[in-house]
């Protein structure tokens, strides 16, 4: 019996997922499922219309605005060598399974593994493997406004290859959700940050996330003046020596950081968080030093 076959237990059981998605997104639109090989696509195609082998097929045949849910095979796993473009509003891309066994992206190319170029989308569930090219842009670009990026995993680099940035925003980020994310980088340093936000979006939201290893810029950096971040219980970790783990001086942007844990090897406790001019701070703890507690970072308002 294939993966997918073992995920889903059968028509029966995909008749309840359905449901079930439809139920948990609050959506009519129809579910589309991507297959991770052909036995289980034959399983599938019996009894649904709505079967395809790659992500790029099922987005295509979505509709806008509708609320579509692309479920895709634990077993699923492909190579890409330019973006996966995902165009339609309110379009959702969950993958299916947990742990190791979810499915994979892989960036082969100076490319974003996924670009997102409409609102609404949500992508959730899915692994992005080390790079097989230098200097990959980014597994997720948003460039979009209300996306949500949930419990994806990312690993930056392999070899002499790296990821310049794992998830980035554009200015057309605004309203952006990423929650849950984990993000590993221990082989290549080069350039390597986690998430980046490009562009001055607004109201972003970055929590639950555990950003982890060796970054030559940042876990977390701002290239832009974003504005009205909220960006709470989340770990941040960077051990590449005088480089600092957190950082808004670039933009300078705005909103609350808060319940946060920062952890860098900088020279001093202030230069692992550098907290530009803009963003307020609350039970936000920073060390620089291994084996040691946190310090409440930047210094407390004391009027």
Excluded: W
């Excluded at 940050?193 to 290893?213: D, H, M």
């Amino acid at each position: 019996m294939s993966k997918f076959a073992s995920d889903l237990a059968g028509a029966v059981r995909a008749e309840l997922l359905e449901a079930q998605v439809a139920s948990r997104l609050g959506t009519f639109g129809q579910v589309f499922f991507v297959s991770g090989d052909a036995e289980h696509s034959a399983l599938l195609t019996t009894k649904y219309k709505n079967v395809y082998t790659t992500i790029t097929g099922a987005i295509a045949a979505s509709v806008a605005s509708r609320g579509d849910v692309i479920l895709v095979d634990s077993a699923y796993a492909q190579t890409v060598t330019a973006a996966i473009t995902v165009d339609k509003i309110g379009v959702s891309i969950i993958g299916l399974g947990n742990g190791n066994l979810r499915p994979t992206i892989t960036g082969n190319g100076t490319i974003d593994a996924i670009t997102v170029t409409a609102a609404s989308v949500t992508i959730e569930n899915i692994r992005f493997a080390a790079p097989e090219t230098t200097a990959q842009t980014a597994d997720i670009n948003i460039a979009a406004a209300g996306v949500t990026i949930r419990n994806t995993y990312h690993i930056g680099s392999q070899t002499s290859k790296y990821k310049v940035d794992m998830i980035t925003i554009t200015s057309a980020g605004d309203d952006f959700l990423i929650d849950g994310v984990r993000m590993y980088n221990t082989v290549v340093i080069t350039n390597v940050s986690g998430i980046s936000i490009e562009g001055a979006c607004a109201r972003g939201i970055i929590k639950n996330c555990y950003i982890a290893g060796e970054f030559a810029t940042a876990a977390l950096m701002d290239e832009a003046t974003a504005t009205l971040l909220h960006i709470h219980h989340n770990t941040f970790k960077n051990v590449t020596a005088a480089v600092s783990c957190v950082t808004f001086t670039t933009g300078n942007s705005t909103g609350v950081m808060e319940h946060c844990f920062v952890s860098g090897r900088h020279t001093t406790i202030a230069t692992n968080l550098v907290e530009g001019t803009g963003m307020d701070f609350h039970q936000t703890y920073v060390v620089e030093e291994a084996a040691k507690n946190g310090l409440l970072e930047p210094v407390v308002d004391a009027d």
